[in-house]
C-alpha cells in the first residue's frame, strides 16, 4: 500500500513540476503597455514592420512580450507555422524584422533598438 501511494505522489509532483516547468518556458505575462510602446508600435507598422519569429525562440518571446498588447500593430510570421513565406523572406535566423525600404534587422532588437534603426520615436516612462 505505501508503494502504491509513494508511486501516485511522485506521479503527482512529476505534473505539478511539469506544468510549473512549461509556464517557466513560456513566458510571463506580457508587460503593462504604455502610449509610447503602442505609438512605437503603430510607427514600425506603418514603416512595414514584419517579425518573423518561432514559438520555441525565447529571444522571439521577449521581443514580443516586450510589445505587450500593442504587439497587436506588429505583422508576425511564424515560421513553423508558414515556413514557405520564411524562406521567401531569406530568414535564415530568427527574429528578423524586415521592414518596405529593405532594411532588415536581425536578432533581438528590443523596443530601443528597433525605434532606433528605424527613426521611430519613442520615449518610455520611467
Do not use: H
Amino acid at each position: 500500500m505505501d508503494s502504491k501511494f509513494t508511486t501516485i505522489a511522485l506521479f503527482v509532483i512529476l505534473i505539478v513540476v511539469g506544468i510549473v516547468g512549461v509556464f517557466a518556458f513560456v513566458g510571463g505575462e506580457p508587460q503593462e503597455v504604455d502610449a509610447a510602446v503602442v505609438s512605437l508600435a503603430q510607427c514600425l507598422s506603418e514603416k512595414g514592420a514584419v517579425m518573423y519569429g518561432t514559438k520555441t525562440c525565447p529571444y522571439c518571446r521577449a521581443e514580443k512580450l516586450s510589445f505587450g498588447e500593442a504587439f497587436q500593430y506588429i505583422t508576425y510570421v511564424e515560421c513553423t507555422e508558414e515556413p514557405n513565406r520564411c524562406v521567401d523572406a531569406g530568414v535564415e535566423g530568427v527574429p528578423l524584422w524586415t521592414f518596405t525600404d529593405g532594411t532588415r534587422l536581425e536578432g533581438a532588437q528590443g523596443l530601443e533598438g528597433l525605434a532606433r534603426a528605424v527613426n521611430c520615436p519613442y520615449a518610455p516612462k520611467e
